[in-house]
């Protein structure tokens, strides 16, 4: 049996402006833009991973919840203690200086992590934290 993973989804308040930064700065390609029910779902994904997709959806993505459910979530996105996704690199210090480069909130410059990762980390425009790691050469 083998099971790969094909989506994750990261919670956005504002779609264009995530397009803006997965796309136009991490370099990530669209691959569906759709609407239901008042919301919105953008799937993107690496060029070099075609089974791979993120999805970027609001941040409490169910029709049916309630005014005060969709409120608390998107409390939660703003203070950014919603969990992100972990990118691979072959280059961590590059990636950092294009992602500042752009405009990144930066939360950690490349660091050597004990556990065999360099790595740093940014914010996305909704408040989301994504790292990037790079495995480190022996």
């Not at 970027?56 to 169910?62: I, S, Y």
């Not at 790595?119 to 022996?138: E, I, V």
């Amino acid at each position: 049996m083998d099971i790969n993973l094909s989506q994750c989804f990261i919670a956005v308040d504002d779609h264009d402006k995530a397009l803006a930064f997965y796309r136009d700065v991490l370099g990530l390609e669209v691959r569906n833009d759709v609407g239901f029910e008042g919301m919105r779902w953008v799937t993107v994904g690496s060029p070099s991973q075609p089974d791979v997709e993120i999805v970027l959806e609001p941040p409490l993505a169910d029709p049916n919840a309630s005014p005060e459910d969709k409120k608390a979530m998107a409390e939660l996105l703003a203070k950014g203690l919603l969990r992100g996704v972990i990118f691979r690199t072959d280059d961590c210090d590059a990636t950092f200086e294009r992602i500042r480069a752009a405009g990144g909130e930066v939360l950690q410059e490349p660091i050597d992590q004990p556990y065999g990762v360099r790595d740093c980390a940014f914010r996305d425009p909704s408040g989301t934290m994504l790292r990037f790691s790079q495995p480190r050469r022996q």
